[in-house]
Nanobody, 122 residues
Framework: QVQLVESGGGLVQAGGSLSLSCAASGRTFRNYAMGWFRQAPGKERDFVAGISRYGSTYYADSVKGRFTISRDNAKNTVALQMNSLKPEDTAVYYC????????????????WGQGTQVTVSS
């Protein structure tokens, strides 16, 4: 099990950038695949980006080319750099962890952070 805490959300104008960070506890962070998900009001929680224990990255089509996920195993952190933000990116963003491979379904992740709000104004 790993405890996750997100930070870095906020309010930004369309076209701007934000960087989210997720700090993880536990000595085995390097063995986990990490994912970022988001949930807008009244909508389901959707996969945004994922990074495997080996550093392979995966993105939802809606964010490809604009968002970048990275991890620092020495610091037990995973980051999401978000550029060219759009109003439709507005959501609560969650960090999640699972053993083994990156998956895109929220139900396949065992551990979740509390979420951080990202609001993009038009």
């Amino acid at each position: 099990q790993v405890q996750l805490v997100e930070s870095g959300g906020g309010l930004v104008q369309a076209g701007g950038s934000l960087s989210l960070s997720c700090a993880a506890s536990g000595r085995t962070f390097r063995n986990y695949a990490m994912g970022w998900f988001r949930q807008a009001p009244g909508k389901e929680r959707d996969f945004v980006a994922g990074i495997s224990r080996y550093g392979s990255t995966y993105y939802a089509d809606s964010v490809k080319g604009r968002f970048t996920i990275s991890r620092d195993n020495a610091k037990n952190t995973v980051a999401l750099q978000m550029n060219s933000l759009k109003p439709e990116d507005t959501a609560v963003y969650y960090c999640a962890a699972r053993a083994d491979l990156v998956r895109t379904l929220p139900s396949e992740y065992n551990d979740w952070g509390q979420g951080t709000q990202v609001t993009v104004s038009s």
